[in-house]
């Protein structure tokens, strides 16, 4: 569960107004539950990730496109 209000806010829009959603978010979440940071995926710890975080944004879009 992302606490952060604009990501429920657009988890709500998406189906609601049939835009499709790349949901990062949720994978990043499931990141923290296995025990591993989202900083260890960033170039400067805090928001710009690394290869394998841009992994996890491609990896989300590619969701869309089965």
Same mark, same amino acid.
């Given at each position: 569960?992302?606490?952060r209000p #604009?990501?429920?806010?657009? +988890?709500?829009?998406? /189906?609601?107004?049939?835009?499709? &959603?790349?949901d990062?978010?949720?994978? #990043?979440?499931?990141?923290? +539950?296995?025990?591993i /940071?989202?900083?260890?995926l960033? &170039? ?23």
């Amino acid at each position: 569960h992302d606490p952060r209000p #604009y990501v429920a806010g657009l +988890r709500e829009f998406g /189906p609601e107004h049939k835009v499709a &959603l790349a949901d990062a978010s949720l994978r #990043y979440g499931r990141l923290w +539950r296995q025990g591993i /940071p989202c900083s260890a995926l960033m &170039l400067n710890s805090i928001n710009h990730p690394d290869a394998r975080g841009m992994k996890i944004f491609a990896d989300a879009l590619m969701e869309l496109f089965p």
